[in-house]
């Protein structure tokens, strides 16, 4: 069973910074890590991806602000975010998955959030003006 745990949430004005952190345990570990994030009213959205080589993806709307990381020695994922904006202000989950395929032909495929396992419990991020 995997288990994700967020923190770092919080309310910041626009032009701040936090960062994010979520601590992944479990067996097998899921190396297909990724943040969403969903504001009221909205449908989630993919914040950013990062795979089991250390290939990352990011949405449009965070592309130069935010960068997402991890420490393997600490099974822990990061999410940098700079220059935050209100309309960053939502709930950011962490999610996880195993890649498909076996050994060194293992893979991240591009997933739906539906189609991710694993989520954490949440925290909220609040950017006011």
């Known amino acids: 069973q995997v288990r994700l745990v967020e923190s770092g949430g919080g309310s910041v004005q626009a032009g701040g910074s936090l960062r994010l952190s979520c601590v992944a345990s479990g067996n097998p570990y899921p190396y297909c890590m990724a943040w969403f994030r969903q504001a009221p009213g909205k449908e989630r959205e993919r914040v950013a991806t990062i795979d089991k080589d250390g290939s990352t993806t990011y949405g449009d709307s965070v592309k130069g602000r935010f960068t997402i990381s991890e420490d393997n020695r600490k099974n822990t994922l990061y999410l940098q975010m700079d220059s935050l904006k209100p309309e960053d202000t939502a709930m950011y989950y962490c999610?996880?998955?195993?890649?498909?395929?076996w050994g060194g032909g293992a893979y991240c495929p591009s997933r739906q959030p539906h189609e991710y396992t694993y989520w954490g419990q949440g925290t909220q991020v609040t950017v006011s003006s």
């Open positions: 999610v996880a998955d195993h890649p498909l395929g």
